[in-house]
């Protein structure tokens, strides 16, 4: 099946390696992976701060960059859940009717990475063998708006040599929020500081999450606590790891 | 304009209020006032020993304590039993319900009236209880002032096994067949009265009764 | 009450810094929302009764003024007279009228949001009214110079049992207790004597059953019964919001409601009052008063925050919620303080004069997941950060930057070209080390946190390249 990869623009500009773990995931489920040059944004951020007209105008973006494609895959939760079922509602005025059918027709093809794997690709066989113990963080839309939850360990669990440690309270919030964390920072790092301390208390090596907003935060704050040995994953990099 | 007027106005210009819809706005009132329907309800057993059982289990999770007795007439020496183990006085105020049961030979020294702040026991009847919760209903009355579980320490009350029901609805649709109207107060009350509000820590006896202790009548 | 709101920065940082505070968090955290976990396993379908719930709100507000009017019928037929209020103003002249009318000297109060809306109690004690909380948390405020409420359903949980020790030795000149059980029975014991000689209990409405013209009060403590049942005249404020159908639906709610608060299976007091005291009976009050309050909602009806009005103000979205969690409810500035307060209120005292709350959540939806009536509250709250965008009422650079950012999107190329700088500046910042201390374009991020340094390339130029050379 061909599919088209919608990399995100915190993986575009901060860790690139995830776009092509889940580029070699999605190879190893058999799948054709197109990544259309022109992505650039979701738009979430604009609409999450209110601005409707520059979400409107990012959306319909994506939209037509994608419409194209039987499968839309995300290594996200968060811009995942935006594509899928926040577009219809940000085109939602009388004068955008066509753009909201067109969103809503793209919705049911958009699949966050680890639920694509799982419950679409059915990839059996991982590409890599990496060896440890680690601590999963559920995303907050991922979970909530996605019912993204037993994918990622479902996917832990095909590696052999991966011992997964559950920590408390792993589907609370971690504190980032998007613009949340540039404007109240201090609650933010706060809220960070409880998830940190939750993830390391299991004494994984690894704290893995499907969302790199959620990532960078926890592991902002575990180098601002002194840890630099716990190490800070993306799903897609753990399952094609090669040690 | 009076504020009703100003408020019920604001109130119908945001509904867009007009005479055709507000013919199926009240058709829609009376629809829900006639159906009184029940939503998703948890199940509860409905044969009577389970229905009595349901209730103790939930009653003590609030604290309350049971006793049980064979029929009315054996209530008023189980409740000397109880006050005498607990060192309460034989003084009660009863429910003017309750007048006519021999409380004087029981040894109990028996006021028929609304309880006063002195009064350390205050000794009702209940309209029925709930099983779900474990959950007595008590509806005032002039022979049934709703200051006698209310101000004394401790509260007793006597539970016919026969007047417990499984939900809140079916204490309602009680009340409806055999009150008609609403009286001035239903009370439901579920054990002694408590608080939380320092340090969330629960501590029993707030401004209600301390203790309630409900006896049970098997009525066999 | 006045809104302070607009310190919300500033008292959140209070808040952080405050080790009593931190400390009673946390232990409120976990029994609020651990005890409401096991409660609603008790439900055999907490979702379909969730839906149910939502839907007998609905019903109401979507015909509310009908409602109010049914409501208005049948409380009158049973002896009591329906006032109506349009302010705070408004609400502490309707009682102050009624206190008047009826020569009250004391008032005894148990809970009301409302009363707290209207700052009733300077207005009582200015009319020459004597107003005596009795709720527990509400008397320990009362007593500590009309201290604020930081939560609606445990209004002193900010507090240490120290500090409430040392309060009551203070005020009513006993010895000091140290245990809770002590506490609380020297708090029946002040408490008692007013019931006994209070002319008139002011109590808010949990809900108002049209069926019947009732209003439910749900308590535990039992100065709910004790308000509405001594005194001569009892005074009930509400907001208009509040009515529900019948006393079936009463029976759905209250599935929910304590469940939802504080984890219990049902309040211990549910009281189901209906009109005035009869001739024959020696209980109850005489004189029964509603005060039906407008105070911003009747605004709401109909508007986009429409599905606010559902609230059954049961506490549990700011128990889940991961800021109200780490800042306590002070820090938001009045009534009502977590998600719902956040939406209620810019709602209720100006979108100008609460402009950080909408904005001071990570949207996570913890709290949407727990509400028993199903509000969208992460939807409402962004619909407000939409309003401040459209009211002009967002800080210039943000709005520049957003757009900004939003323009370059929009143009890949461009896009391609800033982010191939952006991350090249980024790494260079990072020193070779894996994060940047500080990090001065975001100096909030920089606040409790490092930033992680980038890779140094960007994907899409890394993924044209490999293209490239196939």
Redesign the interface.
């Given at each position: 099946m061909r599919v088209a990869l919608f990399v995100t623009c915190l993986v575009d500009l901060m860790r690139p390696r995830i776009g092509f773990a889940a580029i070699e995931l999605l190879e190893a489920a058999g799948c054709e992976v197109e990544v259309p040059a022109s992505q650039t944004c979701c738009g979430q951020p604009a609409w999450n701060s209110g601005d409707h007209a520059a979400a409107a105008a990012l959306a319909k973006k994506v939209i037509a960059e994608f419409e194209g494609s039987a499968y839309v895959v995300v290594p996200s939760g968060s811009c995942a859940d935006h594509i899928r079922n926040e577009y219809p509602k940000i085109l939602s005025s009388d004068a955008d009717a066509e753009w909201h059918a067109r969103a809503v027709a793209l919705a049911s093809r958009v699949y966050e990475l680890t639920d694509f794997l799982v419950n679409v690709a059915h990839l059996e066989t991982l590409p890599g063998k990496f060896a440890g113990s680690v601590t999963y963080h559920d995303s907050c839309a991922g979970l909530r708006s996605l019912g993204i939850k037993d994918q990622p360990r479902a996917l832990l669990g095909k590696l052999p040599d991966v011992e997964l440690k559950e920590m408390k309270a792993a589907e609370e919030c971690c504190g980032f929020g998007g613009t949340f964390s540039v404007k109240f920072g201090d609650i933010s790092a706060a809220i960070a500081a409880r998830k940190c301390t939750n993830a390391c208390a299991t004494g994984a090596q690894v704290i893995v999450g499907g969302d790199l907003g959620c990532l960078l935060n926890i592991e902002g704050k575990l180098r601002r606590m002194g840890d630099q040995t716990t190490r800070v994953m993306h799903i897609a990099e753990v399952l094609v790891a090669k040690e | 304009m009076?504020?009703?007027e100003?408020?019920?106005g604001?109130?119908?210009a945001?509904?867009?209020?007009n005479e055709a819809n507000?013919v199926i706005?009240?058709a829609?009132?009376n629809a829900?006032?006639t159906a009184?329907?029940?939503?998703?309800?948890?199940?509860v057993p409905t044969e009577k020993s389970a229905l009595a059982g349901r209730f103790r289990e939930?009653s003590t999770?609030?604290s309350s304590t049971l006793d049980s007795v064979a029929t009315i007439t054996d209530a008023p020496a189980a409740i000397a039993r109880y006050l005498t183990e607990l060192k309460l006085p034989l003084h009660a105020v009863v429910s003017p319900s309750l007048a006519r049961q021999n409380w004087q030979g029981a040894g109990i020294k028996a006021a028929a009236?609304?309880a006063q702040?002195t009064d350390l026991v205050g000794i009702t009847d209940c309209f029925c209880a709930i099983a779900e919760?474990g959950?007595l209903m008590l509806c005032?009355?002039?022979d049934r002032?709703?200051?006698v579980s209310?101000l004394p320490e401790t509260h007793i009350a006597l539970v016919p096994a026969s007047r417990i029901v499984p939900?809140?609805?079916d204490a309602?649709a009680l009340a409806r067949a055999e009150l008609g109207t609403?009286?001035?107060?239903?009370?439901?009350?579920?054990?002694?009265?408590?608080?939380?509000?320092?340090?969330?820590?629960i501590?029993l006896?707030?401004?209600?009764?301390y203790r309630v202790h409900l006896v049970m009548i098997e009525d066999l | 009450m006045e809104t302070r709101a607009r310190h919300f920065k500033a008292n959140a940082a209070a808040a952080l810094a405050n080790p009593v505070l931190q400390a009673n968090l946390k232990t409120s955290k976990s029994k609020f929302v651990d005890k409401r976990a096991i409660a609603i396993q008790e439900l055999d379908d907490f979702e379909g009764t969730r839906e149910a719930a939502k839907n007998i709100r609905d019903r109401v507000l979507n015909n509310l003024d009908l409602w109010l009017e049914k409501f208005e019928e049948t409380a009158t037929a049973r002896g009591a007279t329906v006032l109506w209020a349009k302010d705070s103003a408004e609400i502490c002249r309707h009682v102050v009228d009624i206190g008047r009318r009826h020569n009250v000297k004391k008032a005894a109060k148990s809970k009301s949001m409302l009363s707290e809306e209207a700052s009733l109690n300077r207005a009582l004690e200015a009319a020459g009214i004597q107003p005596v909380e009795t709720d527990l948390g509400e008397y320990i405020l009362q007593i500590n110079d009309n201290e604020a409420p930081s939560h609606i359903i445990a209004p002193v949980v900010h507090k240490s049992l120290d500090e409430v020790a040392d309060l009551f030795h203070a005020t009513h000149k006993t010895p000091r207790k140290t245990e809770i059980s002590a506490l609380t029975r020297e708090a029946r014991e002040v408490l008692r004597p007013h019931f006994l000689s209070a002319d008139m209990g002011i109590s808010g409405g949990n809900f108002l059953v049209a069926e019947t013209g009732s209003v439910a009060l749900v308590t535990n403590e039992g100065n709910g019964r004790m308000v509405t049942t001594l005194p001569r005249v009892h005074v009930v404020i509400t907001g208009i919001e509040k009515v529900i159908p019948t006393l079936e639906d009463l029976a759905l709610l209250m599935r929910l409601l304590p469940r939802s608060a504080t984890g219990q299976s049902i309040s211990n007091y549910v009281s189901v009052l209906t009109g005035v005291k009869q001739p024959e009976e020696s209980d109850g009050p005489e004189h029964l008063y509603f005060i039906l309050v407008d105070n911003g909602r009747a605004d709401v009806v109909g508007s986009e925050f429409h599905d606010m009005l559902r609230c059954i103000r049961c506490g549990a979205c700011m128990n889940h919620c991961p800021v109200y969690q780490t800042i306590g409810g002070h820090a938001y500035g009045w009534v009502y303080p977590g998600p719902m307060g956040a939406i209620l209120t810019p709602l209720y005292t100006g979108l100008e004069n609460a402009i950080d709350l909408p904005h001071a959540s990570t949207l996570c939806n913890q709290c949407g997941v727990v509400c028993p009536v199903k509000i969208p509250l992460p939807e409402l709250l962004r619909k407000l950060r939409e309003k401040q965008v459209d009211g002009n009422l967002r800080p210039l650079f943000e709005r520049l930057a957003l757009k900004a950012w939003a323009w370059v999107a929009g143009y890949p190329m461009l896009y391609g070209m800033a982010t191939w700088f952006g991350v090249r500046y980024l790494k260079w910042l990072a020193d070779g080390k894996s994060s940047i201390p500080i990090l001065g374009a975001a100096p909030e991020w920089s606040v409790g946190r490092n930033f992680p340094a980038p890779e140094g390339k960007t994907f899409r130029e890394m993924y044209a390249k490999k293209k490239g050379k196939q």
């Open positions: - | 009076s504020s009703r100003d408020i019920l604001r109130v119908r945001r509904l867009k209020r507000a706005g009240r829609d009132i829900a006032l009184r329907a029940h939503g998703p309800r948890p199940a939930k999770a609030q009236r609304g702040d919760t959950t005032s009355a002039p002032p709703a200051t209310l939900g809140m609805e309602w609403l009286p001035r107060a239903v009370n439901f009350i579920s054990g002694p009265s408590r608080t939380g509000d320092i340090e969330q820590t501590v006896g707030a401004h209600g009764p | -």
